[in-house]
């Protein structure tokens, strides 16, 4: 059965539509489409390309990094299922945790087709300072047990950026790593709009709630911006579109009024 | 430990769960399956059934917040890797028993209050003996906790459930089967996981046996609670059924006694295999009043 194909979840009473769509169920019939048959997020069909040595050193770069991205997330999800404040919020976010721990392991798994022996100690090597640091803010919101900081670090920000830099990488990628990153990329939607409705209607319900997340929003700008920059430097982005990148960034965090 | 670590990786749980004895299912059972019209007109029976499904509503709660709460220390990142597919699996085991409270005529207003009302307890303060654990980060007494202990319990208790309503309850018995499977992949992985590491924190182990101790004297209580008194007396003459048998006992006519015993004594059973094998020795806890 799949309910993504059978009906619109949208059409359906605001609590009943959370009940669906932060379901297990839910999340079960929707990765099946996109996940089943692709082992380790790739196609068995594909076929992979010769990659010449520099472009294979910057992928290795940029899949560590996504690595430590997916790190951060699967810890940041994983203590979110602890804070979440209702059934609904604490069964989806067990999903993230499933979704980031395979965002992880489909990334390790492509950093050894790639020959890298040891990936854990070249992530160590290569991870970018301001990703390190984001992670770092990230995880402290967590253990503060600040909710809504840390959904809008995590699945505003993070997800944001993971979508955005994933999207671009992917119209460019060898077709393994394409075939890796169109999965990673339905998931990081479907995380990214959590967020979205999650603080979207703790702020309607609380608008004082805008000021503290625009204060944190300021404290995690240089680090988005380093983390921006440097990743979209490694898959080799134009200029003109890189600028385009940060505006989609800046209109998830208008729509939440935080500008 | 890397080559066994690869058997839990997600990769594995997608081809064995989703793509595998998952499929097609909703909530665990076949689509056109549906709770028995004897319980379901029955208040009796329907309190009872309530009753029985708040405890592994609280049980699975437990172990959604143990294992996602130890991904964060976990020492390598196989198993984090292992401990969010194990968060996956438990959010659904929460999701399908608390799915069957709905299908039992609890309303989604009154789930708070009638898990309050009916869970036992012996099995919160058992909760809170892993979770403790667990908020302090340590790794090897919360996967002990977990993935034996806890998991050891659900697995002989689901047993048990599955066989007794095979012929009686369908519906229950599939979504049983598939936390069953669930339960035994995470038992696999605290035996294998520990042993390992039990041998590189030998001063650990006093203090693990100590909690092993704990939460077996909470449970054998939540054993007593639950078979014990006239509310739990069958309120009518059960028919034999042959499928019901359990470690040689016909739970279909086994008194409540007799259903106590073979349970306790098949769960104790398993812990001493289970301990035993991680470098653990049971400890026999006082018996509870």
């Known amino acids: 059965m799949s309910v993504v194909d059978e009906f619109d979840p949208h059409a359906l009473a605001e609590q009943d539509f959370l009940d669906e769509v932060h379901s297990f169920q839910f999340w079960f019939d929707s990765v099946e489409g996109y996940l089943s048959d692709r082992p380790y997020g790739r196609l068995e069909t594909t076929v992979d390309e010769p990659i010449d040595d520099a472009r294979r050193e910057r992928l290795i770069t940029t899949l560590c990094n996504y690595s430590v991205g997916e790190t951060a997330a699967l810890e940041g999800a994983a203590g979110l299922v602890q804070l979440a404040p209702d059934r609904n919020s604490k069964i989806f976010m067990a999903t993230q945790v499933a979704d980031e721990a395979r965002h992880l392991e489909v990334f390790l798994h492509r950093l050894r087709e790639l020959g890298v022996a040891d990936p854990e100690a070249e992530i160590e090597r290569r991870a970018q300072p301001a990703l390190v640091d984001f992670k770092g803010a990230l995880l402290d919101l967590v253990a503060e047990g600040d909710w809504q900081a840390a959904v809008f670090a995590q699945n505003v920000v993070l997800e944001t950026m993971e979508y955005t830099v994933f999207r671009l990488h992917a119209a460019n990628a060898d077709p393994v790593t394409r075939d890796v990153l169109a999965g990673v990329i339905s998931d990081e939607r479907r995380h990214a709009g959590f967020g979205e409705n999650d603080l979207g209607r703790s702020l309607a319900a609380d608008p004082s709630g805008r000021a503290r997340l625009r204060e944190i929003r300021t404290g995690l700008d240089a680090m988005v911006v380093g983390v921006f920059e440097a990743a979209l430097a490694d898959i080799g982005a134009p200029a003109g579109e890189r600028s385009q990148l940060a505006h989609e960034y800046l209109d998830t965090i208008e729509r939440l009024g935080l500008t | ?30 689509p056109n399956e549906h709770e028995p019209a004897v319980i379901l007109d029955d208040d009796d029976e329907r309190e009872a059934a309530i009753r029985t499904t708040v405890g592994l509503v609280v049980g699975e709660r437990c172990a959604l917040a143990a294992s996602s709460g130890l991904i964060n220390a976990a020492p390598d990142y196989p198993s984090k890797r292992f401990l969010a597919t194990q968060t996956l699996d438990e959010a659904r085991h929460v999701e399908v028993f608390t799915q069957r409270l709905f299908d039992l005529g609890v309303t989604a207003d009154n789930l708070e209050s009638t898990i309050d009302r009916y869970a036992n307890p012996n ?55 598939g936390t069953i499977a669930d339960e035994r992949r995470h038992v696999g992985f605290g035996e294998n996981r520990i042993g390992s590491l039990i041998a590189q924190h030998p001063e650990k182990k006093a203090e693990i046996e100590r909690m092993q101790q704990e939460m077996t004297y909470y449970m054998l209580a939540v054993f007593a609670d639950s078979f014990r008194g006239d509310d739990n007396k069958p309120k009518s003459a059960p028919e034999p059924t042959a499928s019901a048998e359990w470690h040689g006992t016909n739970l279909s006519t086994a008194s409540p006694e007799e259903m106590e015993a073979v349970l306790a004594n098949t769960v104790l059973g398993e812990f001493k295999t289970r301990l035993a094998r991680v470098g653990i020795e049971y400890q026999t806890p006082r018996v509870p009043a």
């Open chain 2, 1 to 30: 430990m890397t080559q066994f670590l690869a058997q839990y990786s997600i990769q594995r749980w997608m081809e064995m769960c989703p793509q595998g004895y998952l499929e097609d299912t909703v909530y665990g059972h076949e």
């Open chain 2, 123 to 177: 099995l919160v303060k058992f909760a809170e003996v892993l979770l403790e654990k667990v908020a302090a980060g340590d790794f090897l007494a919360g996967v002990v906790g977990q993935n034996i202990v806890l998991e050891g319990l659900a697995f002989s208790v689901f047993e048990m459930l599955e066989a007794g309503n095979r012929e009686f309850n369908p519906k229950f018995a599939h979504t049983l089967s």
